[in-house]
């Protein structure tokens, strides 16, 4: 095994975890709340709103799916 990962590895590794964190620590589904997190979490990160959203919307339909599979 290589002893580094390439840019698009480190990129699938950390939607993996970070699907993982919100999983296991939940979301926040409330208009306002969710709205105000993601401010909170541009600003730290330096990521535009925007950004956040087209990063996050697909992990957020995808733990939605799960919760309602039968």
Same mark, same amino acid.
């Given at each position: 095994?290589?002893?580094?990962?390439?840019?698009?590895?480190?990129?699938?590794?950390?939607?993996? @975890?970070? /699907?993982?964190? *919100?999983?296991?620590?939940?979301?926040?589904?409330?208009? #306002?709340?969710? &709205?105000?997190?993601?401010?909170?979490?541009?600003?730290?990160?330096? @990521?535009? /709103?925007?950004? *956040?959203?087209?990063?996050?919307?697909?992990?957020?339909? #995808?733990?939605? &799916?799960?919760?309602?599979?039968?």
């Amino acid at each position: 095994m290589a002893n580094t990962l390439s840019k698009e590895r480190r990129g699938e590794v950390a939607e993996i @975890l970070i /699907k993982q964190f *919100l999983f296991d620590k939940g979301m926040n589904l409330r208009s #306002e709340g969710a &709205k105000r997190e993601l401010g909170n979490l541009a600003k730290k990160t330096e @990521l535009s /709103k925007e950004e *956040l959203v087209l990063f996050l919307r697909p992990i957020a339909e #995808e733990a939605l &799916k799960k919760v309602f599979s039968v």
